[in-house]
């Protein structure tokens, strides 16, 4: 006997919230805005707008489903099921978070604050969610947005909707050996401010300011793309170290990899620098198209 479907609602904290974790009160937290020059209306506005749209999508999900809730901060430690519908109530940046944690469940985007968000990621209204839960559990309408992914020579994997970022966990230069799949001999040994591999979705952040700042003759790819760039960041020649690798473009079945060499690197997706693999000297990890894609429903 199949289980019924599962709703799960993404949410994150609203500044009003996070105001009142760090000042206890709102009177405290509206004393600390006004010393700022800020008003503490328009934050509680916002705040309101998002709890009603939870309240309005909660509202729409069957009576016939299940239904759970987990915020940004638990997202790691929130077990999906294979028949979840996951929905994000946010902004577009709350939808790459979720994705890394999915295997394929389809993904419905909220806006809580039209005009305000770009709506790349969350494109539908709250209005809209009861048709929307249906249609992703009956498996259609949606796009196929292209992932990245980081596999550890220790067996560690990291995959992100946007883009991976490695480097030191720090401000200090990152020493490392960069080559392709199937290169001869170890790479070249570079020190740098890190490396950038992103997709199509990231191709409107990150990625495409690398991008521009480099007049790469590439073009970006579009999120459904199975394609990936990458860049190395501010790349320093020494007599030890070189620039002649940095920047390329990885299709199907290419990989980048890259071999530590100092005494700590981390790989993160998407800016969740809580959830990075850590790699010490000597650690190997390829960076490539991930198996796994996020479906996003339009």
Request: hydrophobic share 40%.
């Amino acid at each position: 006997m199949s289980l019924a479907p599962r709703a799960v609602l993404v949410h994150r904290r609203t500044e009003y919230e996070e105001l009142l974790a760090r000042h206890g009160t709102h009177g405290q937290a509206a004393f600390f805005l006004s010393s700022r020059g800020r008003s503490i209306d328009e934050v509680v506005r916002r705040h309101d707008r998002t709890r009603e749209a939870l309240r309005e999508v909660a509202a729409a999900v069957p009576l016939t489903w299940r239904s759970s809730r987990v915020e940004r901060a638990d997202l790691d430690r929130f077990l999906f099921a294979p028949e979840d519908v996951v929905v994000v109530v946010g902004q577009d940046g709350l939808v790459a978070n979720t994705a890394k944690y999915l295997r394929g469940q389809p993904v419905v985007g909220i806006d809580t604050d039209p005009g305000r968000n770009p709506g790349v990621l969350v494109r539908h209204r709250c209005a809209d969610a009861a048709a929307l839960l249906r249609a992703a559990a009956a498996g259609g309408g949606a796009q196929e947005l292209t992932m990245v992914e980081a596999v550890a020579d220790d067996t560690q994997r990291l995959v992100a909707l946007n883009e991976i970022y490695l480097g030191s966990p720090g401000h200090q230069t990152a020493r490392y050996r960069l080559g392709s799949d199937g290169e001869q001999g170890p790479g070249e040994a570079q020190a740098s401010s890190g490396v950038l591999v992103g997709t199509g979705t990231g191709a409107t952040g990150w990625l495409r300011s690398l991008w521009l700042e480099r007049g790469s003759p590439v073009g970006l790819p579009a999120p459904c793309d199975r394609r990936l760039l990458w860049f190395v960041r501010e790349a320093w020649p020494s007599p030890t170290t070189g620039t002649t690798k940095v920047a390329g473009e990885l299709g199907r079945g290419q990989g980048l990899q890259l071999t530590v060499e100092s005494d700590r690197m981390v790989v993160f997706g998407d800016g969740m620098e809580s959830d990075a693999l850590e790699l010490t000297w000597g650690q190997s990890v390829r960076l490539g198209i991930a198996e796994t894609a996020l479906h996003l429903v339009t």
